[in-house]
């Protein structure tokens, strides 16, 4: 069985994965591959599926699925498969490093400073404290962002329809949502539900001076109703790792909005969280029979 490492993994896996059979990166295989693994770079696409004749397995390092054509998948009876747990906690501390790193304007304090200047009555700042953090998507990473809100202090409440309690945030509309938090995290997949939901409608029962901070999808933003949102201050700050293409295109307007902190996606890309997703594709692997 070949199995072919497509995207970044461990640099430990390829030695580990060898118990299962042969492992390569060459992409040039991929015809012959058994297994796949991707995380975000490598689409599964019809393209890709063409060309691997022999594949029976997709694993994708990490939760949203959305690089991988899971209903082209069942049509040729390839499996997909995801690591949905390993990540939990690595893209919840990025989602807090925003959270904290924004309302304390430390990035700014640290270019200003770079560039030689010392900013000290400039540089205002707001804490977390008794502040109403409002998470839209209730699942496993917002769980972990709750635990550690709540230890700032923070009052924590959610939009997620498909849930009926929560053992953290208070279920609220997105409404109610909208109206009361500051500080608002994103941690839904990208769904037809989802795509484009924090738009120039939501953005204006929000209020004023709120701060988005998304970790789940650049595609749930309307990306110039937030760039307009920011340039009048409705908005106060937008921290995201998550973009609508990786790397976005020269054109997107929140790259040269005001007040946009930005990440690479690199919320699941912990040194510790590369060393679970390798578990988890180890267990699956342990369970598939080719
Ligand atoms: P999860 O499945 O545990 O939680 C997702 C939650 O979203 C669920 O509770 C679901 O009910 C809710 N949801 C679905 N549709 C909704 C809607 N229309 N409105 C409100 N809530 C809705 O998944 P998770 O592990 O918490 O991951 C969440 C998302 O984070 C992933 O789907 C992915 O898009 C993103 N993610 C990003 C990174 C990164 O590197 N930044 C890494 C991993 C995951």
Redesign the pocket.
């Known amino acids: 069985m070949l199995i072919l490492i497509a995207d970044a993994f461990d640099a430990s896996l390829p030695k580990r994965l060898a118990q299962f059979g042969e492992v390569t990166d060459d992409m040039t295989r991929l015809k012959d591959a058994t297994v796949i693994l991707v995380r975000?770079k490598t689409k599964v696409n019809q393209a890709l599926v063409d060309q691997a004749s022999a594949l029976k397995l997709v694993i994708r390092g990490?939760?949203?699925?959305?690089n991988v054509d899971k209903k082209l998948c069942a049509e040729k009876g390839i499996k997909a498969v995801n690591t949905?747990?390993a990540?939990?906690v690595?893209?919840a501390e990025?989602a807090m490093a925003f959270m904290v790193a924004i309302p304390a304007r430390l990035i700014e304090a640290h270019t200003s400073m770079k560039e030689g200047k010392f900013l000290k009555s400039e540089l205002k700042r707001t804490e977390l404290f008794k502040k109403t953090l409002g998470l839209?998507?209730?699942?496993?990473?917002?769980?972990?962002v709750a635990r550690r809100a709540q230890a700032f202090g923070m009052e924590v409440i959610a939009?997620?329809?498909?849930?009926k309690e929560h053992p953290i945030a208070q279920l609220v509309s997105?409404e109610e949502l909208a109206a009361k938090a500051d500080v608002i995290s994103?941690?839904?997949?990208?769904?037809d539900?989802?795509r484009g939901?924090v738009n120039a409608a939501l953005i204006a029962k929000m209020k004023d001076g709120v701060i988005i901070v998304n970790?789940?999808?650049g595609k749930?933003v309307v990306e110039a109703d937030l760039a307009a949102a920011l340039a009048t201050g409705k908005v106060r700050a937008y921290g995201t790792?998550?973009w609508p293409s990786d790397p976005p295109p020269a054109d997107c307007p929140l790259l040269a909005a005001p007040n946009v902190f930005m990440a690479p996606?690199?919320?699941?890309?912990s040194k510790e969280n590369l060393g679970r997703i390798g578990d988890e594709v180890v267990l699956i692997l342990t369970d598939f029979k080719a």
């Not at 990490?62 to 959305?66: E, R």
């Not at 939009?159 to 849930?163: A, M, R, S």
């Open positions: 975000s990490g939760v949203g699925m959305d949905p747990r990540s939990s690595a893209v990025m839209i998507g209730a699942g496993a990473i917002a769980s972990e939009y997620d329809p498909f849930l997105l994103l941690h839904t997949p990208l769904t539900e989802t939901m970790t789940g999808r749930c790792d998550v996606h690199i919320g699941a890309s």
